[in-house]
């Protein structure tokens, strides 16, 4: 029984506290008045005193990328690098830790924020070593390169030919490849690191539920799992060793589906009883029984990338300034072609299997209502709830047909800060104002979330998303679209309530309510409650799932 500080049951469109809850067997038993808990709970009861500190639902990640996140843990790390010379002795440093047959990887620098304001080439990739595959990736996940070794080990020659989507940087002569890669061409490259196994494979998902636990989240997603031709074995592998304290919810990268539904089949076939009524071989205990999950992973849905990142979103009018090595007028990429999508549409939309689709520009979000609305005109609307992954800039006749359709948008917020003041260059006044639009879906009493991307953020902070929608500061301290800011609640809302909404377990999950699971997370602070501008800084003492501590800050 938990009692002496706020506690935020997140239900309904304002603040709602309650004096005490309640807990048995990992589910809430009740909500409300001390004395009630106290006669519900029994004279046997825990009382736990919150000493002034608060209590919220756990949070819940709508759009991570906790498996690739958890390989980079043993990846370099290269965040904040100032120049190329600073990135090459990260990677050197690398070496050391890397064993043989294993390919030299670091992520997280940003051309742009380094001193040359491009990225290495492949010459210098080859300084840390000339007979091992090297490669960087960007921040974002969607720019990257690759030294000599590595586009030998992906079969990638001067003579291949860029793939849709993507290019590769080229030479003078308009063939040798100099090393940068975007978007396709990145993840053509990308899919030949050799597997992660073993331990390796076990650190990788271990230490990415410490790092989510870490930040009050008690569910996590892998919003593209395959984007590494190791991940499902990884994910198997997490299932069959019950590896996992949290939550994960899986959408399967499109070109991987096939792959991953088969896995899913054979893990769901192997785990949950036949028609004879065999015990469950492995399958931990869910005080919900949501058969959705087993072992605490759950198939969702299928992940389409239909653009790019800040410097390559697909819009209907070019950019306002073009970006470094584009030349004017330039709109973007479109990632796949319309029939690809309208034939996922029309396959899922009639199942359970979300479609979730990324997308940063006004013409990718065209391309995903134009889906839709096909798969209605066949199939009847229904309770879909596709995801609009990021959804940057949409225009006011788009979020009508997002309302029509029942779409939920997840809005970067985490982004705002590294990418606000280039957005407002590049994308110009209008785009850059309304862009991650919370304030116009509050008005139109519309669901919407916020997510992180990480390891697009370097760490999967939930606090940090909620300030960010909330002021809305870019790296300069520049407010980025002032009337699109919402009040803290809202923003809480949008890592909660409406986040369990967007997953389909708001039965199960995303307020504090009798009959849900006990998923909790214990905050320092009351984010309502201080200044708003601090929402960031408050620590998260304790990570609870279903009843059990699966953080603790010491």
């Not at 549409?345 to 006004?362: R, S, V």
């Not at 708001?506 to 214990?522: C, F, S």
Request: glycine share 10%; net charge neutral.
């Amino acid at each position: 029984m938990y009692y002496g500080g706020d506690i935020i049951t997140m239900r309904g469109v304002n603040p709602e506290y309650v004096e005490s809850l309640a807990v048995k067997d990992g589910k809430i038993l009740y909500a409300g008045a001390r004395s009630e808990a106290q006669k519900l709970a029994g004279a046997g009861a825990q009382a736990v005193d919150l000493g002034g500190h608060t209590l919220l639902p756990g949070f819940i990640d709508t759009h991570g990328h906790f498996v690739y996140f958890g390989k980079n843990l043993v990846d370099a790390d290269l965040f904040n690098c100032a120049d190329i010379a600073e990135l090459i002795a990260r990677m050197k440093k690398q070496v050391e830790k890397t064993p043989q047959g294993a390919w030299i990887v670091g992520f997280g620098y940003q051309a742009r924020a380094m001193k040359e304001g491009r990225p290495p080439t492949s010459e210098e990739l080859d300084q840390i070593s000339a007979d091992r595959p090297v490669m960087v990736v960007d921040s974002s996940g969607h720019l990257g390169a690759a030294n000599t070794a590595a586009f030998k080990a992906a079969g990638v020659t001067a003579d291949t030919p860029d793939p849709t989507g993507g290019i590769f940087t080229r030479g003078k002569d308009g063939k040798s490849l100099l090393g940068p890669m975007e978007e396709t061409a990145l993840n053509a490259v990308r899919s030949k690191r050799p597997p992660f196994s073993g331990e390796l494979a076990a650190r990788a998902m271990t230490g990415a539920a410490q790092v989510w636990a870490s930040y009050g989240q008690t569910t996590a997603m892998e919003a593209g799992l395959g984007l590494g031709n190791d991940d499902i074995a990884i994910v198997t592998n997490a299932i069959d060793n019950k590896l996992l304290p949290i939550d994960l919810y899986i959408a399967a990268k499109d070109s991987t589906l096939d792959d991953t539904l088969a896995s899913a089949y054979s893990v769901a076939s192997q785990y949950r009883p036949d028609a004879a009524g065999i015990v469950e071989k492995l399958r931990a205990a869910r005080p919900d029984l949501d058969t959705r999950y087993i072992n605490r992973v759950r198939m969702g849905g299928v992940k389409f990338w239909l653009d790019g990142s800040l410097d390559t979103a697909w819009f209907t009018q070019p950019y306002t300034v073009a970006p470094t090595g584009k030349t004017a007028p330039f709109s973007g990429y479109r990632q796949i072609p319309d029939e690809v999508l309208d034939a996922a549409f029309d396959k899922y939309w009639p199942t359970e299997l979300q479609i979730h689709m990324h997308m940063n520009g006004d013409a990718a979000a065209d391309q995903a209502l134009k889906a839709i609305a096909k798969a209605v005109k066949k199939y009847g609307m229904r309770d879909h709830r596709p995801v609009f992954v990021h959804a940057s800039w949409l225009r006011i006749d788009q979020v009508e047909q997002i309302k029509r359709y029942g779409a939920i948008p997840s809005f970067l917020t985490a982004g705002i800060i590294p990418g606000g003041d280039a957005v407002v260059m590049l994308w110009g006044p209008e785009r850059s104002a309304g862009a991650m639009a919370a304030r116009t879906f509050l008005r139109s009493e519309l669901p919407f979330t916020f997510s992180h991307d990480a390891p697009v953020s370097p760490t999967p902070s939930i606090l940090a998303l909620v300030d960010a929608g909330v002021n809305r500061l870019s790296g300069s301290g520049k407010v980025v679209g002032p009337d699109e800011r919402i009040p803290p609640y809202h923003a809480l809302r949008a890592v909660t309530a409406m986040a369990a909404f967007q997953l389909k377990e708001e039965k199960n999950k995303g307020t504090l309510e009798a009959g849900k699971l006990a998923d909790l997370v214990i905050l320092e602070q009351n984010p309502l409650k201080v200044e708003s501008t601090t929402i960031k800084d408050i620590k998260v003492l304790e990570t609870i799932k279903e009843g059990k501590t699966v953080f603790k800050r010491p």
